[in-house]
Every structure is written in C-alpha cells, then in structure tokens.
C-alpha cells in the first residue's frame, strides 16, 4: 500500500514539474514530452528486434538503433522466415514467397509492395494479420534466463552429489534460497507429506520470476513480466496444476460446502467456482500491474531530466531514480515471492483432506 502511493506521488509530481516550464519553451517541451512519450511506450512494448539504445542525428532527425536482430517466424500460406532487420523498424516492406510485410506499432501485417496500410473509420488498421511466432524480445529474455536457471542449478545439483550434500561456488548463494521456499512457503502451505510434488514448480516460478524482474531492471531494458501475455501464462500454469491435482475434498466445498445449509449451497456453488477463475487472474494482474508501473515510473522521471535542462531539476530526477530503483530492486524479489506464495496456498487448498 505505502508503495502504490509513493507511486502515485511521483507520478503527480512528475505533471507538476512538466506544468512549471517557462512558456517560450512550451511548443519545444511539448516535442521533448512527446519523444518521452513514445520511448517509454516502446520500452514496455514488446519488439521483433533487440534494441539495446538509440541516437538522433540532429541534422535528419532520424533514428539509429543499435542491437542485434531477431528471426521473424510467420504462418501465412506456408512458413515465412527472415531476419527483423530488413523491416527496419518499419520503415521498410519484406517481400517473402511472393507477399509483402511491415511493422506498424509493434505488429506485422500483410500489405503491397509499396507498404500500403489502411485504416477503418475509428482508425484501426484493417490489413490482414499473419499469425506471428517470432522470436521477439521478450521470448529471447525468457530463452536467456531459461538456460541461465538451467546451468545455474544444475551445478548446483552435481555440487550436491560431489561435494557430500554441501553447495559449492554460486550454490552457497541460491541454496538458503531453496530452503527458505521449502520451509517457509511449501510445507506450510501444502503440508510436510505432498509438499514435495509441487516444490519443481514453485522453485522454477520464484527463480524464473525473479530473474526476469532483475533483467527488467538493467540496462538492456527488458519488460518481459510487463507483458501481460507472459503474466497469463505463468498464472495459467498454476490454474491447471491447482485444479488437476486436486482430490474430492477441494471440489466438495467448491459445489456442496459442508456445514451451510441446504438451501444457501446452490446459491454459493457458483460464486465458488468463480472464485476458482478469480485466483489466477489476481496472480496474473498483480505481477503485471506491479512490473508496468515500476517501469513507466522509471523511465517518467528519467525523462524529466531532458525536460528539466538545468542542474537542480536533473539533480532531483537522478535522486528520484536512484530511490525508486532501490524499491524496484526490493519489488523484484517481493513480486516473485508473492507468486510463490500464492501458488502454493491454492495447491495446499486443493490437496488438504477432510479433516482439515
């Protein structure tokens, strides 16, 4: 709670400083406002490319992005293969197998040779849509801390086996971790006899949470668990373990609750099972929502250094950066414990028996 409403406090604050810029600048803060705008919005975007920063050349006002590309992968009559580089952030048209491509905002559409797009009256985009299975930014952050959770724990496994059950190297660091999720969260959540089945994916979840909430934070401006896509998933998966593994009890007090009358049961059974839905779509906006706003916050009062121009207003956004992103470090591990938490309170409510 403290935090949404420091949040909110520098968002007000942030309006209130852009409101006080002399007058003569206004039209020219108005086109700073405007790039700020639209960086951030790029940011939290996910993109068919990895674009590490970008330059302006001032004399053609035109962009340099400078990263590496991506494979576009598209299923439109057949599969479509190239590199994202030759969209060139849409300023240019692919042609592959006889049809033509470009990205507008984000997404690919099928258009003519000339990079033709068309729009409806509320200004919606109506050319047609190929199904994209790109391997975007988000999907190759998410490649890259798979395999670092992957080499990282299996030498932590192998230390185990090698070195008489005691963590070497990097494994002293993530091993008290590993028992903190297994004594503080598994077994008191699930229990000490089915806590086992369930510790691979709550230790997965933290981890894999966690390391893309780090990643997110550093300069490659990665906004993976932004992205409500990847959110849904996480929490989808812990929908479908909770209601595949749970036994006769959790469904019993979800369509006929012991202990309430008769009459009250047919009343309440469908406000149970709509919590069942409700449990993961909590999961999934509260990641969300958390991560979007800690970056958008960020990249705001960056921001209001190019609006400031002058050593007080730059000093003052530098101070409230450096103090967010200490809170943002603190809500990256906060957010991936909560997740876990959570997770594994409704697997412990779909395994607990009768006498519970």
Known sequence: MMYTKSRSFFLLLIL??????????????????????????????????????????EETGKKKYY???????????????????????????????????????????????????????????????????????????IFLVSLLMFFLFTSLAKSYKENNLIAKGAG??????????RDEIAIPSIGEEKHKRYMAFLLTVFFFIWFLNLLGL??????VTGNIAVTFGLALITFLITNLTANKTYWKHIFWMPGVPVWLKPLLAPIELLGVFIKPFSLMIRLYAN????????????????????????????????????????????????????SALYFGFAVQEEDH
């Open 67 to 141: 990263g590496f590309p991506l494979p576009v992968i598209l299923i439109d009559e057949g599969i479509k293969v190239f590199m994202s580089s030759k969209l060139d952030h849409g300023k240019k048209v692919v042609e592959s197998s006889g049809k033509f491509y470009k990205l507008d905002h984000g997404k690919i559409y099928e258009t003519n040779s000339e990079g033709y797009i068309s729009y409806s009256d509320d200004g919606k985009i109506t050319n047609a849509m190929p199904l994209d299975l790109s391997i975007t930014k988000s999907v190759f952050s």
């Open 218 to 223: 550093s300069p490659l401006g990665v906004n």
């Open 291 to 342: 991560i979007l706003a800690g970056h958008i916050v960020l990249y705001s009062l960056i921001g209001l250094i190019f609006i400031f121009k002058n050593l007080v207003g730059s000093s003052l956004s530098l101070v409230l950066v450096f103090f967010i992103s200490m809170i943002e470090i603190l809500v990256a591990l906060l957010q991936a414990y909560i997740f876990t938490l959570l």
């Open 172 to 181: 002293r660091f993530f091993e008290p971790i590993v028992i903190l999720i």
């Open 16 to 57: 209130l400083s852009a409101s006080f810029i002399h007058a003569k600048e206004e039209e020219k803060t108005q086109t700073i406002q405007e790039e700020i705008t639209e960086y951030i919005y790029h940011h939290v975007q996910d993109s068919h490319d990895f674009s590490l920063f970008s330059t302006k050349d």
